[in-house]
């Protein structure tokens, strides 16, 4: 039985650089999935915090940096997620957030881009591709990426004939442009 993707919506007055001008979180969304004995769990994490300085007509000189609390994970299962945030997973007590740094970009398609970022989890630093969209509507903003890491690069339990190595990642976040 496949449980419902949880979309964590989260409200914040992040106030970030988008081309020279103020960019506010709205909202973000950070949901995974991965796959447990032929099942699909899905959850999803809040805390969210960026510091988003990107321009497209100057990638060179844009940079994210964003987190997310580990403490609010949230699987809909609350034993599972109090086992997620254990020493063998996240180990929440010692590394609280998630971050991920922005190394370098290239320009893809006419809304699209491709991220360098340093993904950090545990004190395990990993350079990371990511495909993203950047579309503009009005005075509105809205960052989105789905991409997958493995587990296992960043010692996120044990080796698992159960367990799929893989997680997938949708991240979106949502702003007004001044």
Known sequence: MKSTLLYLLLTGSFTVTFGQRNFVVDSARIAFTIENA????????EGFEASIDFDPKCLDASIIKASVNINTINTGIPIRDKHLKRSD?????????????????????????????????????REIPIHFTCIQNSKQLTFSATFSIKRSDFQLGDSSIILSDIVNITVVVIGAVD
């Open 38 to 45: 032929g099942l699909q769990v899905d959850g999803g994490l």
């Open 89 to 125: 997973y996240f180990d929440a007590v010692n590394y609280g957030r998630i971050t991920m740094t922005s190394n370098r970009f290239k320009k893809e398609k006419s809304d699209g881009y491709l991220g360098y970022f340093a993904l950090t989890i545990k004190q395990i630093t």
